[in-house]
């Protein structure tokens, strides 16, 4: 603890020297996708944290069309609304599908309301910074502050003189479950829980409770319950005064269990009085819920709590260490940094339970379970990040797949609080797996990890993470009618972790699986058509899809060959065997040729994952690196802004803010279990990387850049490592952490 204590220390002091006055929290704008559909919200939360306060405006006609109930909506906030119906404490962020958002808190003032098309209001003086939000309630002139520990969140009230209110709501949510239960346990405490699931509106058969304390600083003066009741419209309705209607319960200390439900403290102050609320949460019992807000939070104020949040942040922050560039680049960076290190977050308790997978019997971890595995998305970029940066991390998250793994049977593929989702298509998790322990962070059991992947790769019926397999493993693809919704790209998925798998059998001496899954990786090859030069679909007797355009699939269109995308947006979209697939279109000029129609002709989508590493094949082209400058450098102008809208649209819990990360430091991991960087210009002056010495021998990295001023486009006319010349646009993991210093000069 000390020995932390220490570190945290004179990483504070570096960072001071580095920065002056302004620390890396401070350049922070937690407001940076809020708009745009980024689904990122502005409140409080710790580094990779379960509890996060957040402003909740996303319901109520006043916020069309941005309403939860009037489309697909996943995010409790957005920039563009301005009726605020309560505060929620488990949320996710950078999500694309509802979940969560509930345990909601509103303070009012005057007579108890509990519908929040009544209670809710318009709000202004809004501030939102690493760990603290505040705003003002218009309606009631309260002033609302927050904070966060791991487990906890903490709400300051800041009440005028008269009638006042604290709600908590648990009838009002983003998740698509409903189900709760709450007590008055006495003024100053309430107890609960709410059921929560449906992620995706997949498997509702999995709902799962979220438990919860709240205890407040002052004790009420009077408090209750209330509930609503379903409407009955048959011949009983008649004699049933209360129909349909609200009832509230004063005084009423046992447990109440409905879908619209609540409950209440009431206060009568003779002057302006402040209410601190702490909201312990748990996903295994009240009992926890209320040992994670006594163990995080006792004996503390708010002050107290929000500078240690602060702290801690900017110990995570200050690993990379950013000069020269405008004061908008370090906010742009730093906020995608910030991005990055909320999901995946924390599922276990203080004291180290958790929920098992799906059955939800109480485990107990040593180390720290993650969850939240939006894995189709964080194996392109993100999990790379955190080897770089946070080792420690990725090694935590990778043993907690494997504990996945001895729980379901199964890797993860989108694993949400203990239940494994099913979203997205392809088998992620081994990608992740290998490409971790290739870079060295090699503290699990790598042999079980093997073993899992194996499992998902070659287990013929009952594969959850290969649907399709069959047809995968005999023909090499999956063909139209294997599935009716992305049989190329979701080969293509599989390809990826099969070389993932081969590399990692090379590493372990396994030569024979590595032969094997080799030859597999490259299947996708049967599925290019030289008549348009891109992947295109067959059929079950391995004739093309005809008719076929291959535009169709752009805008999140549904189409027979690929997920999310067209086959201008996937073709490319198999960087293990970027030289192969050069070869396949005719050479290094048909390949740059096609690459750059891709862009030209509008087909780039920067808001969607299968084509975010594009800019970089350029770098497999002699003579034309100058392209992946050209247009990374376009891009960061283009879709990442120190604005609400300043991410190109979902985050994908940080797949989108670690592409801007890597981008502006110029280097970034274009092939995934592939550990090196293409390389290209960066956006500052000089970058700075502290490496853990748990798992790396030096202490820090430079990364350089001289030549043309910060901003503009330049062509890179040289790199050295540790002042030798680097031949070509990549260097290894292993050359960059044992290096001290890698310059790129710009013309």
């Known amino acids: 603890m000390m020995k932390n204590l220490v570190t945290g220390t004179l990483f504070l002091f570096l960072a001071q020297a580095v920065f002056g006055q302004n620390q890396p929290v401070d350049y922070v704008n937690p407001f940076i996708g809020t708009s ?44 563009d609304n301005s009726f605020l119906t309560g505060f929620s404490h488990v949320n996710l962020s950078g999500v694309g599908c509802p979940e969560l958002g509930v345990i909601l808190t509103m303070p009012t003032t005057g007579d108890v309301k509990t519908n929040y098309e009544e209670y809710g209001t318009t709000y202004s003086e809004e501030v939102s910074k690493v760990g603290y939000y505040s705003n003002i309630l218009d309606k009631y002139d309260i002033k609302v502050e927050a904070t966060a520990t791991t487990r906890t969140g903490v709400s300051k009230y800041s009440f005028p003189a008269g009638k006042a209110n604290i709600l908590l709501n648990l009838g009002l949510g983003l998740t698509n479950e409903q189900g709760a239960q709450v007590r008055v346990v006495s003024p100053t405490e309430i107890e609960g829980i709410r059921s929560v699931g449906s992620f995706c509106y997949y498997k509702p058969e999995e709902a799962y409770p ?126 995608a940094l910030y991005h990055t290190l909320i999901h995946p977050n924390t599922l276990n308790d203080v004291n180290g339970e958790y929920p098992k997978m799906r059955t939800r019997e109480t485990l107990k971890t040593s180390g720290t379970r993650y969850t939240v595995f939006s894995l189709w998305d964080t194996y392109r970029n993100l999990h790379q990040l955190m080897s770089l940066v946070y080792p420690k991390q990725q090694s935590n998250m990778v043993k907690s797949m494997l504990q996945i793994y001895d729980e379901s049977g199964w890797l993860p593929k989108w694993e949400l609080n203990a239940t494994e989702t099913t979203t997205m298509v392809g088998d992620p998790a081994g990608i992740i797996i290998a490409d971790t322990y290739l870079k060295g962070i090699q503290d699990f059991d790598v042999e079980k990890a093997y073993e899992a992947m194996l499992k998902s790769a070659d287990q013929l019926d009952g594969n959850p993470l290969r649907p399709g397999i069959k047809d995968y493993i005999n023909k090499g693809y999956l063909t139209t009618k294997t599935t009716n919704s992305g049989s190329v790209s979701t080969t293509q998925e599989y390809n990826i972790t099969d070389f993932a798998i081969a590399q990692l059998a090379k590493a372990l001496d396994k030569k024979e699986d590595y032969k094997r899954f080799s030859k597999r990786s490259i299947s996708y090859r049967k599925l290019f058509d030289k008549e348009f030069n891109l992947l295109r679909p067959k059929n079950d007797d ?37 030289k192969g697939l050069m070869k396949l279109m005719g050479g290094s000029k048909p390949f740059v040729k096609k690459l750059q129609e891709v862009f030209d002709k509008e087909q780039f989508d920067m808001a969607n994952e299968p084509d975010i590493a594009y800019p970089y094949l350029f770098n497999y082209a002699k003579g034309e690196e100058w392209r992946t400058s050209q247009k990374v450098t376009e891009l960061l102008k283009t879709y990442f802004k120190n604005a609400p809208d300043g991410l190109p649209g979902n985050d994908d819990t940080g797949t ?63 790199i050295q490592l540790n002042g030798k010349k680097v031949k070509g646009f990549f260097i290894s993991h292993q050359e960059l952490t044992n290096s001290n210093h890698l310059n790129i000069s710009v013309d």
């Open 36 to 79: 745009n559909f980024g689904t990122t919200n502005p409140g409080p939360i710790a580094v990779r944290g379960m509890a996060n306060v957040s402003p909740f405006n996303v319901a109520g006609p006043q916020n069309l069309p941005y309403e939860k109930d009037s489309r697909w909506w996943s995010t409790p906030y957005s920039s």
């Open 656 to 718: 989108m803010s670690a592409w801007a990360v890597f981008s502006m430091m110029g280097i970034y991991p274009v092939s995934p279990a592939n550990p090196s960087y293409a390389l290209t210009t960066p956006v500052f002056d000089k970058v700075t990387i502290h490496l853990n010495p748990e798992y790396y021998t030096n202490s820090s990295i430079r990364i350089t850049k001289n030549g043309r001023q910060n901003g503009t486009e330049g062509k890179i006319s040289g």
């Open 542 to 578: 391995g004739s093309w899809l005809t008719p076929y355009n291959p535009e169709t699939g752009a805008n999140f269109v549904k189409n027979l060959g690929f997920i999310e995308g067209n086959a201008w947006q996937y073709t490319f979209m198999v960087s293990h065997d970027t």
């Open 210 to 335: 979220v438990y919860f304390v709240a205890k407040f600083s002052k004790p009420a003066n009077e408090f209750g319950t209330w509930k609503k009741p379903t409407t009955y419209r048959g011949l009983e309705s008649q004699w049933m005064g209360y129909n349909g209607k609200t009832r509230l319960m004063k005084g009423y200390t046992k447990e109440v269990v409905g879908d619209s439900i609540g409950a209440y403290m009431q206060y009568d102050f003779k002057k302006p009085t402040q209410v601190e609320m702490k909201i312990g949460v748990s996903y295994v019992s009240i009992e926890n819920a209320r040992e994670n807000l006594e163990k995080e939070t006792s004996g503390k104020t708010f002050d107290q709590i929000l500078a240690e949040a602060r702290n801690e942040w900017n110990q995570y922050l200050s690993r990379i260490e950013v000069e020269g560039g405008t004061e908008n680049d370090k906010t742009i960076f730093y906020t």
